[in-house]
């Protein structure tokens, strides 16, 4: 389909403009209590992480290879180092080790991990400018609202097509994070946004071999993000129309996808109802299209009582399959830590067999695990035809005995998600869990006391805690430690609006 045949949906909004707008003009007390609460867990969940990362070959090769770009000299933290790194390069750090495990949140509707868009630049940008914690929980919550409604307004045409939609998404949420911190004005931040649109990118070719480009690209995106914003701050001149303009973001990228899209929802009670309070924290370390049909077989494994299994279908959401699915000559033989993670055939393997899914299920010996990888090979991916998508990641597993009997288990709500969403003593539970994998619980406790205070501290106080919880070194060997899967979800938290 040519560019001049590309239709949008009407679009009575500027959507550049009313992001622009909302960020310039937020305040902290114009965010409910609660809305700000859950903000702060979002944000202890991507530092836990970002310690996590550490005990990971990714996460000490990648801060090695940006050292080699950064030189001497730097005043800003990477998440559980002593190292101090300049602003561009501290900001990519962060975003590598906050995405790396992919156990960071996920909107599920957006099907954006809105923390690793927002939190790199807002953390390291305030600690250099030396604002308080108040003015980094401000922009990042402009940031998240903003990444999640780019990621609803497109309706998951960005994977359709071939792109990562965080990996995009990330320059325009940290373009405006960064606008917010430095005090540009709206045409300024409007200018942000409009440069964004030419660095913006992220293609979803790691899937073929399980590469590490998918945890690159939020900190590129804030990288770029941060870029674009200081260059308006100086006066260059970007699009005004950098979504829905001709050859803008929406029609160079989603092509026929793009009549699929709702521009409107960018801005529709923008700042009153806070659609970001609704991302989803995973209790699992794979991709969220997994989680439904893994949840699934977890809760059968009890049925099947080890009785031998003839054979297995999993149940996804039919726009899912190619990402986690297919081809199924390959995701039926993971080799390494993030071919697994895009394998439902694999997780759904792992959880009837195991009854849990934590990241030691992807250490290299889970890997090869012959019982694990001979009922992977034996398991077949099917369109969930009772799916909720994307409204949840609802997912589902039939098992057949080699008695003939069928066990069947349909989960419509992801753990994690909606009504399911984790509270808060499971969300700090699960942030120990990680952290304390590369740090001592006393640091991690004072890390998780920090940022729960996040709003009464300056920036670059919090950012001391991260620096002082790494001495000691690993507290134990990630490949023994097992995450528990947080089955006991305590009651709903209700809505945000």
Not at 412 to 424: D, F, K, M, T, Y
Not at 468 to 482: E, F, L, T
Request: with cysteine; hydrophobic share 45%.
């Amino acid at each position: 389909m040519s560019a001049h045949s590309i239709k949008l949906p009407p679009c009575t909004t500027k959507p550049a403009e009313e992001l622009a707008g909302f960020a310039s003009r937020l305040k902290l007390d114009d965010v409910p209590t609660a809305v700000r609460d859950r903000a702060k867990l979002l944000i202890l969940d991507g530092i836990g992480l970002g310690l996590a990362s550490h005990a990971y070959e990714f996460g000490p090769v990648s801060l090695a290879g940006i050292a080699k770009l950064a030189g001497d000299g730097g005043d800003c933290t990477v998440i559980g180092s002593t190292s101090k790194l300049p602003l561009r390069d501290s900001v990519l750090a962060n975003g590598i080790l906050i995405h790396g495990l992919d156990f960071d949140d996920t909107h599920i509707e957006a099907i954006v991990h809105p923390t690793a868009a927002c939190l790199p630049c807002a953390l390291s940008l305030s600690e250099h400018l030396d604002l308080s914690g108040a003015d980094l929980l401000t922009s990042y919550i402009a940031g998240m609202e903003a990444a999640v409604r780019l990621g609803m307004a497109i309706r998951g045409g960005f994977h359709h097509v071939g792109f990562h939609a965080t990996g995009v998404i990330s320059h325009f949420s940290s373009a405006l994070v960064a606008a917010k911190l430095l005090g540009l004005t709206e045409a300024q931040a409007i200018a942000a946004q409009g440069i964004a649109a030419s660095t913006a990118s992220g293609v979803q070719v790691f899937l073929e071999e399980g590469a590490w480009t998918k945890r690159f690209h939020p900190g590129w995106g804030a990288v770029a993000g941060l870029t674009a914003a200081t260059l308006a701050s100086s006066g260059f001149h970007g699009p005004s129309r950098p979504y829905e303009g001709r050859f803008g973001l929406f029609h160079a990228y989603l092509q026929d996808h793009a009549a699929d899209t709702s521009l409107d929802l960018v801005g529709e009670e923008l700042g009153q109802r806070w659609h970001f309070a609704d991302t989803a924290i995973k209790p699992y370390p794979v991709c969220h299209f997994c989680h439904g049909a893994m949840e699934a077989a977890i809760l059968l494994r009890e049925e099947i009582g080890g009785r031998a299994i003839a054979s297995v279908d999993a149940y996804v959401p039919e726009k899912t399959l190619p990402i986690i699915a297919e081809p199924a000559s390959s995701k039926k033989h993971p080799k390494t830590d993030y071919e697994a993670k895009f394998s439902v055939q694999f997780c759904v393997a792992t959880g009837l067999l195991k009854g849990r899914f934590g990241l030691a299920d992807l250490a290299q010996d889970a890997l090869s695990d012959d019982a694990v990888l001979a009922l992977t090979a034996r398991v077949e991916c099917h369109a969930d035809p009772d799916t909720r998508f994307p409204e949840a990641f609802s997912g589902g597993v039939r098992v057949t005995l080699d008695d003939g009997r069928e066990l069947f288990k349909h989960v419509p709500i992801n753990e994690g998600s909606g009504h399911r969403a984790l509270q808060r003593d499971t969300v700090i539970r699960k942030f120990l869990a990680n952290a304390t994998m590369t740090i001592g619980e006393a640091a991690a406790q004072r890390v998780c006391d920090a940022i729960l205070d996040l709003e009464n501290l300056p920036a670059r106080t919090i950012a001391r805690t991260l620096i002082a919880g790494r001495q000691g070194g690993p507290a134990s060997d990630p490949r023994h430690i097992v995450q528990e899967v947080m089955s006991t979800v305590d009651s709903a938290q209700g809505a945000w609006s």
